[in-house]
């Protein structure tokens, strides 16, 4: 006899379960809306990201080729200055390249132990140290 009234509390009452039922398909909605806008405005700042990366390269690049003609630009009132000082001016220039050239390998060099970096070194060996082959060769 005590279920009865429960069975007949929750039927006579079918406008509640309808209440919760729109409010869960409306916070279902929200939450839909939050989302859409979250990704839209990632996608905003990812494009506008994007577009001052480009600008920064394009700057960057226009800055090269300034400095670039300005070490160039050095590089010639050096042999200049040195031809002026009784250096052959032949060998002012072989002077001013070589020390270029120098400079050259020591940034080449640079670059090249950065970029082992760019591999994620920790990250491989934290990979291969959990891999089934290393496990069975210990």
Known sequence: MDETPRQTEAQADPISGLGVLDDAQSLLEELIGLVHDRFKLAALETRRAGESLVAMVVIGVMAGVLL??????????????????GVVTSSALLLVVSINALFGLILY????????FLLFPATLRSLKANSPNHRDAN
């Open 68 to 85: 670039g003609s300005a070490w160039l630009g050095l590089g010639a009132i050096a042999v200049l200055w040195l031809s002026e000082h």
């Open 109 to 116: 060099g640079m670059i090249r132990r950065k970029g082992r």
